[in-house]
């Protein structure tokens, strides 16, 4: 399997790396023996960047970039030749993008936090772009008073600079915590042996396998920009970055 950085360090915006496997088809895949590309899943859009070979200048788009049983595979545009197999090639990210995604992802989790937190909501679900996101919740009593207060105290959850681990955890050792039981932990399959964990320190935890920054204040200030009724429990919330 392709060693894939975005999990252990998501700080790696660029890789030298040799080509494995290519398919060509309409968007030729390419298949690197390492990546820094985020594969997308858990509401986190896949990674875009660039595929540089150093021998002869030559630089193609990674347009998007999935998992194919557990590899990564960077899709290329339409109609291009792709790189051969064998070939050392640069892998550089669209960073300002991912940086986006990751302070969007944390302020999800602070949300998710703050909401499970002080008034016992739970999670149904996520999805983000660089910069705005949305969650539902089973949260039979939210208004749009109720929506400003935690606005406002999501944002003072950010302030105080809480820093953000990633952990990985033995499959038994993750049941056992309480907190992860709201998340999506169960819908996991059967056949993992570890979990990964995102804590915010002192706010939130939750299994995870996004990308996300290392402190709290590197998301800066998040907005509310929306909330919707899905029914009578369900209910959604959206916010933006506030410089985005
Ligand atoms: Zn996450």
């Known amino acids: ?7 252990s360090d998501a700080y790696a915006r660029s890789v030298e ?26 509401g986190q859009p896949s990674d875009r960047g660039l595929l ?11 347009q998007a970039a999935r998992k194919v049983s557990a590899e990564i595979v960077h899709e290329l545009e339409p109609g291009v030749e792709p790189p051969a197999v ?18 969007t992802h944390t302020a999800l989790h602070a949300l998710c936090g703050v909401v499970w937190r002080d008034y016992g909501a739970l999670v149904t679900g ?10 539902d919740f089973e949260f039979e ?6 929506v400003d207060e935690i606005e406002a105290k999501v ?14 955890l033995p499959r038994d050792e993750a049941f056992a915590i309480p907190d992860l039981i709201r998340t999506k932990i169960n819908l996991l399959p059967p056949g993992i042996a ?12 939750q299994a995870d396998g996004g990308t996300h920054v290392a402190n709290t204040r590197e998301v800066g200030g998040i907005r509310v920009t929306g909330y919707e009724s899905k029914g009578r429990i369900n209910k959604r919330i959206r916010i933006a970055l506030t410089d985005a």
């Not at 390419?30 to 899943?41: M, N």
């Open 17 to 42: 790396a040799r080509v494995v496997a290519v398919e060509d088809g309409e968007s030729p895949l390419v298949v690197l023996d390492t990546t820094v590309f985020y594969p997308g899943g858990g």
């Open 86 to 103: 064998g070939d050392q090639l640069q892998v550089d990210l669209d960073w300002a993008r991912r940086l986006a995604l990751m302070r």
């Open 194 to 205: 570890e979990i990964r964990t995102i804590e915010i320190v002192g706010l939130d935890l």
């Open 155 to 168: 944002n003072d959850e950010l302030t105080r600079a809480r820093d953000v681990r990633v952990n990985v």
């Open 52 to 62: 540089l070979r150093a021998a002869d200048g030559r630089r193609w788009t990674v």
């Open 141 to 146: 009593r939210m208004s749009g008073e109720l």
């Open 126 to 135: 996520g999805n983000m772009e660089p910069g705005a996101g949305r969650m």
């Open 1 to 7: 399997m392709n060693l894939q950085l975005c999990y």
